[in-house]
């Protein structure tokens, strides 16, 4: 991760620590805030009481991917 390199690269090894904590916290920070941003803008397309556009197709594709299998062992 070059953003990790960067920021780690001129870091201490004695604040080698909080220096990786407080990498990630913003990196999830950021990771919220970005979906926070795209879902609405992206569920604003919708129309409401049906799926968001694409969503059908993910389902679906999931499924056919997805395998649960049982079996008796009575």
Do not use: N
């Amino acid at each position: 991760m070059p953003a990790a390199s960067l920021v780690m690269g001129g870091v201490g090894p004695e604040h080698a620590g909080p220096a990786s904590d407080l990498l990630q916290t913003v990196q999830r920070l950021g990771g919220a805030i970005g979906l926070a941003v795209i879902v609405p803008a992206y569920a604003a397309g919708s129309i409401p009481g049906r799926p968001v556009p694409g969503a059908r197709a993910i389902i679906l594709a999931d499924r056919r991917t997805t395998t649960v299998r049982t079996t008796d062992r009575g």
